[in-house]
Structure formats: C-alpha cells, structure tokens
C-alpha cells in the first residue's frame, strides 16, 4: 500500500508562484510513475502534469505547459509541482497520484491518491 501526502497549498494572488510537494511511503518510490491532477468545484477532476519513474519523461495538460513544472526526488520520496504565473482559474484541490506501471495521463490508471491540498488564486 502507498501512501501519499500532499503539501504545500494555500490563498496566492495571481501571477504568483506556489509549490506543491507530495510525500510517498509505503513502496520504494522509485518504482512508481507519478501524477498532479487537480478538481474545481462543479468539475470533474483533471490531469495536471505526469512524470516517470526514473524523472526523465514529463507530460503536461496544456492548460498548464510553461507554467508549471513537475520533478522529483527519489531519494526524499517526494513529487513537487512548482507552478508559477498563477491564474484564478489554477484554483482547485491538487492531488498526487501513484501508479506502479507507467506514467499516464487519465485518473483511472492511477491506483493510489493522496486526500489533497488547496489552492486558490485570487485576481
């Protein structure tokens, strides 16, 4: 079982930067492609950003594409999602993902979630 806690969210103005860090445990964290999906209120959650297990593939919604960026540290068991140039419509409840197979880009191919962080950008 992995467990995966993410961190890192809060209130920004937009145009600002923020950065979401997501803790894993429970398996080594090296075997697992990772993911950002994020859902506002009345909408269906969204794939964000993906990255394999090793950090050499990364893939982005193109929402986001230039604006955020995702990356790890397989020796702190940690994902990160620096987002920068921030805009109201970023605000939502991120969540980070795990899949032991591949990375991906649909919610259903992940099998562990963490409960989430908030995010708001306000003009």
């Known amino acids: 079982q992995v467990q995966l806690v993410e961190s890192g969210g809060g209130l920004v103005q937009a145009g600002g930067s923020l950065r979401l860090s997501c803790a894993a445990s429970?398996?080594?964290?090296?075997?697992?492609?990772m993911g950002w999906f994020r859902q506002a209120p009345g909408k269906e959650r969204e794939f964000v950003a993906a990255?394999?297990?090793?950090?050499?593939?990364?893939a982005y919604a193109d929402s986001v594409k230039g604006r955020f960026t995702i990356s790890r540290d397989n020796a702190k068991n940690t994902v990160y999602l620096q987002m920068n140039s921030l805009k109201p419509e970023d605000t939502a409840v991120y969540y980070c993902?795990?899949?032991?197979?591949?990375?991906?880009?649909?919610?259903?191919?992940?099998?562990?979630w963490g409960q989430g962080t908030q995010v708001t950008v306000f003009a």
């Open positions: 993902a795990a899949n032991p197979i591949a990375m991906a880009v649909t919610d259903n191919e992940y099998d562990y």
């Open positions: 429970g398996r080594t964290f090296s075997t697992l492609s």
């Open positions: 990255i394999t297990r090793s950090g050499g593939r990364k």
